[in-house]
């Protein structure tokens, strides 16, 4: 089954439309990156698959592992698989990053009928995750994404993902504000799970062609004005970086 | 008013005096403000003229707490100054006989746990110079209290007030005095009661004294929680900082003033106040005033409040991880709390915080 089928999908932000019948499908294992302009409705995109408040869906359809997505809550999203990582991750001061994923480890399992793994089992592996992931394991015991630069947050989110183990993960702009060197560890953090969880799908946002020297993806989209007008292998994102969006635009 | 008795350790003016702020409470414009959103009557109903019980202190070094004595001229002067200015600390201070009081003149291997405060007598502790000390103030509710702390030179103290919720009414009268360069770290976490009110007074009295005070408070169910906090910068080079964070739920009440003062002549002094509230729900009422009164000109203060609610932000990133609504809203309630909340009595604030209200 594919892990998710979007449909025709259409929707709005303050009555404006933004996505204009967007179609794709992503089978399990596979990555696909949507490259596009600024304002071509990649982030929306993002914000409607994960359910955020303030978007109205006003047609088609997208089926998650077989099931309706958008009749689903965003916390009934996550529990069945689906992660955003952030464009921009909130802080939240006060409860700790430990905290934090205990927390939503425990939704998930509870929502999966699952018993969710020991207190110190997860707390072995978080601290794992963060060391692959360069981060100093006081992280852990840090309030979420609270004082973290711009590349903390980002790594924070990948860790999220690692830690959470979903079926499909939507990375809006992950790299951007991300210097060279956080690229790379982000991106080595991305292909590490993408190697340990073969079945995983993944939903590449971004502006640029650099992430994905790092995350080589299967398949590319050209999203522009809400939909998709073009679709290709890994030379696609190659050729967009020479010829830019305009290119491609005038020539469809 | 007829349980109070002439007493002949107060002087027949200072008994006047009292008498008449106990009678006509709100005469004077400073009392008036200072119950602007609590009626007076009650907070001095609240002090219950009931059987003097002693000031219990575990860990206090042998001989240093001594109960129902005499004040000294000047512990003297210091309470009537105070009971000047509040009707329900009049009414103690007529009614009161005597003091205890704890002398710390060395420093106390250990945390001093306060397990009882007399209802109807002061009790004033003194911290002996270079001291440090470290308390711990839980006691479950009592429905008066005054608690004075002198800090002499160079004395260092922790001090952490733990209270739960109480369906009864409770005033509190709270004060600590710094000489120079003396140190001061005060915590104050508590629940709402039927009606909890804190006069609280910090008094940085000496050069390059200094203050942090944090406070974490939840109130909900129909409980009240009115809070003053005085800090007085009278002399240079001293500083305070302050954050208190609240959280109003259900039909709770809460009233916050944070009052900074700094006196004339006193340069270098730094001052910082923050004061944000969290209201949960439609019948949640939060009154927050934060004041600044500088006389003295080359200082630095900042102050400022803020009533709110939870994020939308906040509550889609936990939904986003698979938290619902009501784990999400726990959560960042405990959060929000946690950032004022350290110290001793840290894992018994938070978890006193944490749960809903259970006396109703």
Avoid at chain 1, 185 to 204: A, E, K, Q, Y
Avoid at chain 2, 189 to 199: F, H, P, Q, V, W
Avoid at chain 2, 296 to 310: E, F, K
Wanted: glycine share 8%; net charge negative.
């Amino acid at each position: 089954m594919s892990l998710i089928v979007i449909d025709n999908l259409q929707a709005s932000v303050n009555g404006k439309p933004i996505l204009k019948g967007l179609t794709l499908t992503i089978e399990p294992g596979t990555v696909h990156a949507i490259m596009g302009p600024n304002g071509s409705g990649k982030s929306t995109l993002s914000h409607v698959l994960a359910g955020k408040p303030g978007y109205e869906v006003t047609g088609g359809s997208v089926r998650f592992k077989g099931r309706d997505l958008l009749a689903m809550a965003p916390e009934e999203r996550a529990c069945a698989g689906l992660f955003l990582a952030f464009q921009y991750p909130v802080e939240i001061p006060g409860v700790s990053n430990m905290e934090f994923l205990r927390a939503a480890a425990e939704a998930q399992a509870k929502a999966r009928g699952e018993t969710p793994p020991p207190a110190i089992d997860m707390m072995r592996r978080l601290r794992e995750i963060a060391t692959e992931l360069g981060l100093h394991t006081d992280f852990l015991k840090r309030g979420v994404n609270e004082g973290f630069s711009g590349g903390e947050k980002k790594r924070n989110e990948i860790l999220q993902m690692t830690f959470l183990r979903p079926a499909l993960s939507i990375l809006d702009e992950t790299d951007s504000g991300l210097d060279i060197d956080a690229l790379r560890i982000v991106g080595d953090g991305v292909t590490r799970f993408l190697r340990d969880n073969p079945t995983h799908g993944v939903l590449l946002i971004t502006h640029y062609q650099r992430l994905l020297n790092h995350i080589v993806p299967d398949v590319v989209h050209v999203l522009t004005d809400g939909r998709i007008i073009e679709t290709g292998d890994r030379s696609l994102a190659l050729r967009l970086e020479e010829q830019g969006y305009v290119g491609l635009v005038d020539r469809t | 008013m007829s349980a109070i008795a002439a007493h002949a350790w107060l002087d027949v003016e200072t008994a006047a005096e009292l008498r008449a702020l106990v009678e006509a409470p709100t005469a004077q414009a400073r009392v008036r403000e200072s119950w602007k959103y609590t009626p007076v009557l009650r907070g001095l109903n609240a002090v219950a003229n009931v059987a003097a019980t002693d000031s219990v202190v575990a860990g206090a070094p042998d001989g240093s707490l001594r109960v129902d004595v005499a004040p000294t001229a000047s512990e003297m002067a210091l309470l009537r100054e105070r009971a000047c200015a509040c009707p329900p600390a009049a009414k103690l201070l007529l009614g009161a006989r005597t003091i205890d009081r704890l002398n710390l003149d060395t420093s106390p291997a250990s945390p001093l746990q306060l397990r009882a405060l007399s209802p109807v007598r002061p009790l004033v502790v003194h911290i002996a110079p270079t001291v440090r000390a470290t308390i711990l103030d839980d006691v479950d509710g009592a429905s008066a209290g005054w608690l004075l702390v002198c800090l002499d030179t160079a004395a260092d103290l922790d001090f952490t007030r733990v209270r739960p919720s109480c369906p009864r009414d409770e005033w509190q009268q709270l004060q600590f005095d710094l000489a120079d360069d003396a140190q001061l770290i005060a915590r104050h976490y508590c629940r709402g009661a039927g009606l909890r009110r804190l006069d609280a007074l910090v008094r940085l009295l000496g050069r390059n004294a200094s203050a942090t005070i944090s406070g974490a408070w939840r109130v909900d169910a129909g409980d009240r929680l009115d809070q003053q906090w005085h800090v007085e910068h009278l002399a240079p080079g001293t500083r305070s900082e302050q954050r208190h964070h609240g959280i109003v739920a259900d039909r709770g009440h809460t009233t916050f003033r944070g009052r900074i003062y700094i006196a004339p002549d006193c340069p270098g002094v730094e001052a910082d106040l923050v004061n944000r509230n969290l209201l949960l729900d439609p019948g949640a009422v939060c009154n927050t005033k934060p004041e600044l009164e500088i006389l003295s000109d080359d200082v630095r203060c900042s102050h400022g409040a803020t009533v709110g609610q939870l994020a939308a932000e906040s509550l889609f990133y936990l939904a986003s991880r698979g938290l619902d609504e009501a784990t999400a809203r726990t959560l960042l309630a405990a959060g929000f709390l946690n950032e004022c909340i350290d110290g001793p009595g840290a894992e018994t604030a938070a978890a006193l915080l944490r749960t809903e209200t259970d006396h109703d």
